[in-house]
Nanobody, 126 residues
Framework: QVQLVESGGGLVQTGGSLRLSCATSGRTSSSYAMGWFRQAPGQEREFVATISRSGSTTYYADSVKGRFTISRDNAKTTVYLQMNSLKPEDTAVYYC???????????????????WGKGTLVTVSS
């Protein structure tokens, strides 16, 4: 069993930055590919970024490429999402996910991930 707890969300102005964290506990988190997904009001949950078990491979949605960076610290069992140049359309609840599939497979999943966190709200004001 793996527990995921997101933190770092909040209210920020357009152009600002936030750093989200996903703390993991339970089974060795380095056994899982990790990812960030988000869900805006009235919209489906969407892929944001995923990272491989080793942290050597990352994938990003086109909408965040060049602005967001996913990373992981397997020693601290934490996954991060550094978000820069935030836009109002980035407003959403951000969820952390862990899965035994690869990071490439995880990016295409709409559901059924092994583990989810409860999410953290990011609000970007214009």
């Amino acid at each position: 069993q793996v527990q995921l707890v997101e933190s770092g969300g909040g209210l920020v102005q357009t152009g600002g930055s936030l750093r989200l964290s996903c703390a993991t506990s339970g089974r060795t988190s380095s056994s899982y590919a990790m990812g960030w997904f988000r869900q805006a009001p009235g919209q489906e949950r969407e892929f944001v970024a995923t990272i491989s078990r080793s942290g050597s491979t990352t994938y990003y949605a086109d909408s965040v490429k060049g602005r967001f960076t996913i990373s992981r610290d397997n020693a601290k069992t934490t996954v991060y999402l550094q978000m820069n140049s935030l836009k109002p359309e980035d407003t959403a609840v951000y969820y952390c996910a862990a899965d035994r599939r690869t990071a490439q497979e995880l990016r295409f999943m709409k559901g059924g991930m092994d583990y989810w966190g409860k999410g953290t709200l990011v609000t970007v004001s214009s």
